[in-house]
């Protein structure tokens, strides 16, 4: 049991280089999130889902596009990345009914120069 | 819109003192309010949750306390201890599409234990 997965773990892009991250969960769980964490702003709401073929936007979602084609996938897309998506990124499920805790993926350092 | 804010931003205490993290939030439908604790380069961790339903929640050393009324929770950590240096994040639940399916989180406490 893996828990929460993110790939890559680092990466480094150009401006205006396209890449999509990938969050993977084996635990079943109906919601799934993308996070962003930058210095001293917590963690923001990009875009979430509360099941297969749904999405929602979160906090901040401009200049990113997410996928939910199955249950245990939920990528999320850069499609020209700038210097201000500069942030480690937190993917993170959770179970639905009373099992609000959601756990989180290990991160993903993304700089764009 | 919906918003979290937590203060204070960084604090220092003794060891074996106690710390208090405060938090208030602006949606009144809110129910649901975690406290996540993230260490140096790792990824965040849930350490307690409390329900609206509840005013307050115990687990060992660390506590929270939620006033609905007010809109604001707190979480005391007593007999602090080396281990607990880290940033901790208040969070609570926003208007998603079902009970707690989006969370807004507040911007971080960063506790530093003096020994």
């Known amino acids: 049991n893996a828990g929460v997965t993110q790939t890559p773990k680092f990466r480094v892009l150009k401006t205006g280089q396209s890449m999509t991250l990938l969050c993977a969960q084996d635990?079943?769980?109906?919601?799934m999130y993308w996070y962003r964490q930058d210095p001293g702003m917590g963690l923001r709401l990009i875009h979430y889902?509360?099941?297969?073929?749904?999405?929602a936007k979160g906090e901040v979602p401009d200049g990113y596009n997410v996928s939910r084609l199955k249950k245990q996938n939920f990528l999320l897309g850069l499609e020209s990345a700038a210097p201000s998506q500069t942030s480690v990124y937190f993917c993170?499920?959770?179970?639905?009914?009373?099992?609000?805790?959601?756990?989180f993926g290990p991160g993903t350092r993304l700089t764009v120069t | 819109g919906e918003n979290v804010e937590q203060h204070p931003s960084t604090l220092s205490v003794q060891e074996g003192d106690s710390a208090v993290i405060k938090c208030t939030y602006s949606d009144s439908a809110s129910n649901y309010f975690p406290w996540y604790k993230q260490e140096l380069g790792k990824r965040p961790q849930l350490i307690i949750d409390i329900r609206s339903n509840v005013g307050e929640k115990k687990d060992q050393r660390i506590a929270v306390t939620l006033n609905k009324t007010a809109k604001h929770f707190s979480l005391h950590i007593t007999e602090t201890q080396p281990e607990d240096s880290a940033v901790y994040f208040c969070?609570?639940?926003?208007?998603?599409?079902?009970?707690?399916?989006?969370?807004?989180f507040g911007s971080g406490t960063r506790l530093s234990i003096r020994p």
């Open positions: 889902s509360v099941g297969e073929g749904t999405t």
């Open positions: 969070a609570a639940s926003g208007r998603g599409y079902s009970s707690a399916s989006k969370i807004i």
């Open positions: 635990m079943n769980h109906e919601y």
């Open positions: 993170a499920s959770r179970g639905t009914g009373g099992a609000y805790e959601q756990y």
